[in-house]
T-cell receptor
Framework: GAGVSQSPSNKVTEKGKDVELRCDPI?????LYWYRQSLGQGLEFLIYFQGNSAPDKSGLPSDRFSAERTGGSVSTLTIQRTQQEDSAVYLC???????????????FGPGTRLTVT | AQKVTQAQTEISVVEKEDVTLDCVYE???????LFWYKQPPSGELVFLIR????DEQNEISGRYSWNFQKSTSSFNFTITASQVVDSAVYFCALSDLSAGNNRKLIWGLGTSLAVNP
């Protein structure tokens, strides 16, 4: 079946502009995660959505970052007034998470490479 | 606080050598899951294995094997007879189930494995 998809695959933007990154999770997956990975670094958690619960935004680095998930499916990560330090690969993952399921592996999309010039 | 340590930043081996990637974790919880993910040069993270904290049996899948030892809080990953295609960054991660629905993985910084012909 279809995996997690992200768009665009690459985005080059000028400093100060806003960008929107999109994630389409695997159908039926209730949990959705956004991560950021800088060159040669590990994964930095940004935000987590689970069903209709309030999202866990504890990883968002500043108030320039926001995300929403519409209809429990597609998610958009928005970065306002981009800075050069925002340049990274933004990864989205989804997982099947429901009561009784023991553990849940995350399935990752290919990522969006954001370059802020 | 939960923490995952992958002490080996980079490993370089020659094809057909065996290689072990170390993962040490910290958690106060009795219920948790451990994961390994592979990130090949293409960039997309691939799930390899999930291990429940109550199951200390070692697992073998082809050339891959995992050694889970609660006594030392380690979940090491061994590749037998390594191949060039094994070259990737490997991440170890910890999931805290006691957090209820608000789960997110705690990631190690990854080990970059280079298998040379």
């Amino acid at each position: 079946g279809a995996g997690v998809s992200q768009s665009p695959s690459n985005k080059v933007t000028e400093k100060g502009k806003d960008v929107e990154l999109r994630c389409d999770p695997i159908s039926g997956h209730t949990a959705l995660y956004w991560y950021r990975q800088s060159l040669g670094q590990g994964l930095e958690f940004l935000i987590y959505f689970q069903g209709n619960s309030a999202p866990d935004k504890s990883g968002l680095p500043s108030d320039r970052f926001s995300a929403e998930r519409t209809g429990g499916s597609v998610s958009t990560l928005t970065i306002q007034r981009t800075q050069q330090e925002d340049s990274a690969v933004y990864l989205c993952a989804s997982s099947l998470l429901y009561p009784g399921f023991e553990g849940d592996e995350q399935y990752f999309g290919p990522g969006t490479r954001l370059t802020v010039t | 606080a939960q923490k995952v340590t992958q002490a080996q930043t980079e490993i370089s081996v020659v094809e057909k050598e065996d290689v072990t990637l170390d993962c040490v974790y910290e958690t106060r919880d009795t219920t948790y899951y451990l994961f390994w993910y592979k990130q090949p040069p293409s960039g997309e993270l691939v799930f390899l294995i999930r291990r429940n904290s109550f199951d200390e049996q070692n697992e073998i899948s082809g050339r891959y094997s995992w050694n889970f030892q609660k006594s030392t809080s380690s979940f090491n990953f061994t590749i037998t007879a390594s191949q060039v295609v094994d070259s990737a960054v490997y991440f170890c991660a910890l999931s805290d189930l006691s957090a209820g629905n608000n789960r997110k993985l705690i990631w190690g910084l990854g080990t970059s494995l280079a298998v040379n012909p």
